[in-house]
């Protein structure tokens, strides 16, 4: 069978991308799915904290311990943001370290990691879908690829790792392009040339079926913006600078150096994850309810509500109880939150100075603090753009998210060095 297919594959050299095109259906197909439940647990603890808030102090310890353990308990991989895991799988060598590489990219773990992040969600928690997505289609992509060896000639391990990442970052924000920019930034810079059709067709097609199913087209729909003039650039590098400071303590919250220092206070992890969810309710409930979920909500009504401008409030609960949930060890991403606490910053930006085009300075937040939290600058304007198709914002974002970058990282350089 084997050489029956390999013969073919020589006549017809395009036959080689079938397997990746069936994974990437697969994968847009799961996204939509992943996201009417994640939404659906969002709507869920909404509903309790506007009709009973207390109840989340006792909910969201709960579920935050049943997020930790079922990690622990069946797929210890599944923890996390997702995007470290991949990087990990890549790092490993096919066939030596097999066993290795399915242990983080398997079926099991692709369950876990949804089952966790919901309770995070569930328990209030301020993570995103997009990570876990990346983690979601590398595990498919993966498991695909091992099963299409049987019959099929077995391609590089890697091609189907980073095919699943671009296509799980494609699904989870209707945006093809930047699949294609996630992993050619984040993942591949080495090895991209040798599966670029895999990549490039598995995030097209991953893309697509999302857009297809959910039927939105951009992400974030078409916020109005004002003229862009060159002005805006100033403002785009103040903003920048802002956001590239702020992602330092960001970062730093969800270090190792922070997780060594809460286990000399609490003997097990389950604890932590127990007191993570007393503190994230008790900032839902006392500081602003708009710190749970994965914050698109926030961004939908900065950019479309014109009485909804961020404060102080918005910008301290969504740092908080993003960092503090995923100290929890639940399973949930970066990304999506990242972009709206970079909302708020520039929504609240925008309010302080006074700057007449407030939706820009939204747009140019999400890019530039994403861009911080990443470190992946092209990534950052090539997501909000895709987003919102806003392109005559194009400069502002770049510029922001290269200024955030390179802010941030002189800042940890800085601090690295004298430690």
């Not at 996390?80 to 990219?105: D, K, R, W």
């Not at 956001?243 to 286990?263: C, T």
């Not at 909500?297 to 009485?307: E, G």
């Amino acid at each position: 069978m084997r050489a029956f297919f390999k013969n073919r594959l020589q006549d017809n050299p395009v036959l080689e991308n079938v397997p990746y095109w069936i994974a990437g259906l697969l994968v847009g197909i799961i996204a939509i799915f992943y996201s009417e439940l994640f939404d659906d647990a969002i709507d869920v603890c909404r509903k309790i904290l506007t009709e009973h808030p207390y109840w989340l102090l006792f909910i969201s310890p709960c579920f935050f311990v049943l997020g930790r353990w079922i990690v622990e308990k069946f797929a210890p991989a599944a923890g996390g943001s997702g995007v470290p895991q991949v990087i990990s799988a890549l790092s490993l060598e096919s066939p030596q370290q097999n066993t290795q590489i399915e242990s983080i990219l398997s079926l099991r773990v692709a369950f876990i990691v949804v089952l966790s992040s919901l309770c995070c969600i569930l328990g209030a928690g301020a993570l995103g879908r997009e990570g876990p997505m990346v983690h979601i289609g590398a595990c498919i992509f993966y498991v695909v690829g091992k099963a299409c060896g049987k019959v099929w000639p077995f391609t590089e391990h890697r091609s189907w790792i980073m095919a699943g990442a671009a296509a799980g970052i494609a699904a989870a924000f209707s945006a093809p392009l930047a699949g294609v920019v996630f992993v050619l930034e984040e993942l591949a810079q080495q090895h991209f040339h040798r599966f670029k059709t895999a990549v490039l067709t598995a995030a097209i097609i991953g893309g697509v079926v999302s857009q297809w199913l959910s039927g939105q087209f951009p992400y974030l729909g078409y916020p109005k913006l004002k003229a862009v003039p060159l002005s805006a650039i100033p403002w785009a590098l103040g903003l920048g600078i802002l956001a590239g400071l702020l992602s330092v303590p960001f970062l730093l919250m969800g270090s190792p150096r922070v997780r060594s220092w809460f286990s000399q206070y609490f003997t097990t992890r389950i604890q932590i994850a127990a007191c993570m969810g007393f503190l994230v309710a008790s900032i839902a409930i006392f500081v602003n309810p708009d710190s749970l979920g994965g914050g698109v909500s926030v961004i939908d009504k900065l950019l479309f509500d014109a009485d909804y401008k961020a404060n102080w409030s918005l910008v301290i609960a969504r740092f908080l109880a993003t960092t503090l949930s995923h100290l929890s060890g639940c399973a949930g991403g970066f990304l999506a939150p990242s972009l709206s606490l970079g909302a708020a910053i520039g929504s609240w930006f925008s309010v302080i100075t006074d700057y007449s085009n407030h939706n820009l300075l939204v747009l140019v937040g999400m890019s530039a603090f994403l861009s911080a939290v990443v470190r992946a600058p092209f990534t950052a304007w090539v997501i909000v753009m895709e987003m919102t198709d806003r392109r005559t914002a194009i400069f502002p974002l770049m510029v922001a998210s290269v200024v955030s970058y390179a802010t941030s990282r002189f800042l940890q350089q800085k601090m690295g060095s004298k430690n």
